[in-house]
């Protein structure tokens, strides 16, 4: 069946709004796959695109699983073939060729993960920004070290290297919860009671309420020698409050939006704040406000995300063979593109919980 030349898509509009458009289907560059789009979820960057980024005519959405319909012309992931379902993230509401919002996508080759059948479309749907923005943070920024998967994950042990997930009931935090625990790492984080239990099954080791303003001191005084800690909110003083949590020697905080002024202040010269931003695992230079990040900064992010990518050679697809990585809990959205502007308004407005909004966009 030849593919077609046309498709719906979400696109910008005036007035920073989003709205369902017959676009073309996007022409490949040597190195790049066509998706047709299964399943995409909501982050809050589509949202934040389109209400202060992006300008009219670029395609919306991040995240997405599908199926490989066609190959570039000098495609160097040798794992991937046309029929293959993969999954990962493209910087949407960027472009007008760039977006997951639609029912076909394109992307770079080695950064997608194969995904196995014993994993559904709306978990691998997720993958994406939560995923990889968790790996960038525990393994490329705090450098903990990554284990051997091959046989299975690594027990934590009485005196395992603990490390702080700020906010575990996130995106980001049950993915770097289940992480961190699958490469032996003891796992401490805050979230509302109500979301103990779930990230107890994730992996979680001790679980403290964000909402109790004892609760850095008790984590300090509990594990002085926590030294590494990954805030996934960043914003209203929780960057404050991980630095306070962290033990006596101080040590370091990767934070997902940017540093905190105060924050930095607290425990200067014994706690260094570290920005870190997915986008870069793309490899495709970009500005992000004043900030620029450059080909050599990309591609250097890229490689290393390429360790848990790759087809099936990375991470991902040897911890989702094995059963072990359950991915976000999900909440399925209806409407597929047409409901995916009530579900990033619904995002906006802090309705989501410990979820991820998901639409199927195709069969």
Known sequence: MSLPSKMKALVTVEDHQATVQEVDVPTLDADE?????????????????????????????????????????????????????????????????????????KTDSKIVAKIPDNVDDLTAAALGIGGETAVQALFHRLNLPVPDFSNGAVPVKDDAQEVLIWSGSTTVGQWAIQLAHLAGYKVITTASPKNHDLLKSLGADDLFDYRDESTPEKISSKYPKLSKA?????????????????????????????????????????????HTLAYTALGRPFNYGKAVYDQATVEADSKKMQEWLNGDKGHFYTLFKQGLLKGNRTKEMQGGLEGINEGMKYLQEGKASAEKLTYRISS
């Open 33 to 105: 796959i066509l998706v047709r789009t299964l399943a995409v979820t909501i982050n809050p960057t589509d949202w934040k695109h389109v209400a202060f980024i992006s300008g009219p005519g670029n395609r919306v959405g991040c995240d997405f699983v599908g199926v490989v319909e066609q190959l570039g012309s000098s495609v160097r992931n040798s794992s991937l073939q046309k029929g293959d379902r993969v999954a990962g993230f493209v910087h949407g509401g960027k472009e007008p060729e760039r977006g997951s919002f639609a029912e076909y996508l």
């Open 230 to 274: 990954l805030d996934c909110i960043s914003e209203n003083g929780t960057q404050q409050l991980c630095v306070k949590s962290l033990g006596q020697g101080g040590g370091e905080v990767v934070v997902l939006l940017k540093p905190d002024k105060e924050a930095i202040e607290l425990r200067k010269g014994e706690v260094k704040i570290i």
